[in-house]
């Protein structure tokens, strides 16, 4: 789950585009073909809780890093994935934008030519009653030329819906 | 020897010898043969059925609720082929019936409390507290519930003992289940100085929250004066985490805010009171004459 450093308003019809970036875990794989036997993540996140009350809801880790609407303004490492998530308002109202669960499991991992590692882009409409979030099928072109190095965790790339009510708020 | 005595007993034979005398003849072992194989072949279609049951209700249904599916299944076939069996021997199954309702009175009266469980039993299958693998409160036990039957629930207690609890404690009691939820909250009631900023308190217990990884960013911590002693401020800090994680939040809260405590130079206080003596004037009339 990832929040902006301070809650920004989107006005109806606006977009905005913003990067964070997320911990790697590191994978001890050995054999052939390679079997997985240790995983261990390069900065452990805080857990967190996603729902709209203390009974529903899904437990997550939150972002270190605040999102950031500038590229440059980004703290990255070795250790870090970048994502850059383009978030629409087609609703009729503005959008109080507090926090975002990101699903970072079905996002592919990949290495840039200057060392950064980058994942699919994330794109999220924000429609008068539900949130479309799509995973775009490559990183974007600020990362330059990429290579894949993992796929995503969980299921492959696609459009999933997501409830409203913890987006704004 | 039972059917030999029903059939004494309710049949329309006079006489114990001409009784015997039928039961052992041909015609006689035949139908109780047949009777036997009745009963045999209700009691495999019984359990071949409660096989069916349990893995028809597998994933679906509680343990509990699918262990009693599974008996009533397995007895109710049995019985009905018993009964068919006994009518197929020449039993009159009527009068043992009626018969079974007065023993059924009897056992009623004399098995109160058995009932009070059984009773009890399905109505905690109907408002389902708690299933098993959870860990709950009862009284002054506290344990995982390890299994739930009809007349009882049986808890492994942390220091592994096994504690069986009748259900109807259970049903009248107070029960806390402390793994409905995925989430806990965890309440760290701190005594503190009136000397003791409060903001800078409140700064390194956010700060000792916001550093410890199985402290939940959201819901965020809660910082609470609880009130003003006569020698100290009460302060509840309360912080969440996951279920799982709660043993562990715990132990590295409180050590956590002890250490940030201790290197902020903020003591947590001892009870303390403080005595004022006035010197008494020593201008009285009756020691000065002395």
């Keep these: ?169 | 020897m039972t059917l030999i005595a029903s059939r004494f007993l309710f049949g329309a034979n006079p006489s114990v010898p001409e009784a015997v005398g039928e039961w052992l003849g041909v015609e006689g072992r035949l139908e109780i043969l047949v009777a036997l194989l009745i009963a045999l072949g209700g009691w495999v279609l019984a359990r071949v059925c409660a096989g069916l049951v349990t893995r028809a209700l597998s994933g679906r249904a509680s343990a509990q609720q699918e262990m009693i599916s599974r008996r009533v299944v397995q007895y109710g076939i049995f019985i009905v082929a018993l009964i068919s069996a006994m009518r197929h021997a020449g039993l009159d199954t009527s009068v043992l019936l009626g018969a079974a309702g007065i023993v059924t009175v009897a056992l009623g009266f004399a098995s109160q409390t058995s009932a009070s469980n059984l009773i009890s039993g399905f109505f905690l299958m109907g408002e389902k507290p708690f299933v098993v693998g959870d860990t709950i409160i009862v009284g002054a036990t506290t344990g995982e519930v390890i299994n739930v039957g009809l007349m009882s629930a049986q808890l492994r207690t942390f220091d592994n003992l096994l504690v069986r609890i009748p259900n109807e404690t259970l049903l009248k009691s107070e029960l806390t289940n402390l793994t409905h939820f995925p989430i806990r909250r965890l309440d760290m009631q701190l005594r503190i100085d009136f000397e003791t900023s409060l903001d800078a308190l409140r700064a390194i217990l956010l700060r000792v929250a916001e550093d410890n990884p199985i402290c939940m960013t959201s819901p965020e911590p809660l910082f609470l004066i609880t009130g003003m002693g006569e020698s100290v401020m009460n302060v509840q800090f309360s912080v969440w985490s996951a279920r799982v994680n709660f043993v562990d939040l715990r132990n590295s809260m409180f050590i956590g805010v002890k250490e940030a405590l201790d290197a902020a130079g903020i003591q947590l206080p001892v009870p303390r009171q403080h005595l004022t003596i006035h010197a008494e004037p020593q201008t009285r009339g009756g020691l000065s004459e002395e």
Excluded: K
Excluded at chain 1, 34 to 41: A, G, I, K, M, T
Excluded at chain 1, 87 to 116: C, K
Excluded at chain 1, 130 to 139: G, K, M, N
């Design chain 1, 1 to 169: 789950m990832i929040r902006p450093e301070q809650p920004f308003a989107l006005f109806a019809g606006d977009e905005a585009v913003f990067y964070f970036g997320s911990p790697l875990w590191l994978e001890l794989t050995a054999g052939d073909p390679p079997r997985p036997l240790l995983e261990l993540p390069c900065v452990r996140p805080s857990d967190t809780w996603f729902g709209p009350s203390t009974r529903e809801g899904e437990l997550c880790y939150a972002a270190q890093t605040r999102a950031r609407m500038d590229l440059e303004a980004i703290d990255w490492g070795p250790a870090r994935a970048l994502t850059r998530v383009r978030l629409i308002n087609s609703s009729a109202q503005t959008l109080h934008f507090t926090r975002l669960l990101v699903p970072i499991g079905r996002l592919g991992l990949f290495l840039a030519a200057d060392g950064r590692h980058w994942t699919e882009g994330l794109r999220a409409n924000v429609g008068t009653e539900v949130v479309d979030c799509e995973v775009e099928t490559a990183p974007p072109e600020e990362a330059g030329s990429v290579e894949r190095v993992r796929e995503a965790r969980r299921g492959s790339s696609g459009v999933f819906r997501r409830a409203l009510v913890a987006l704004v708020g």
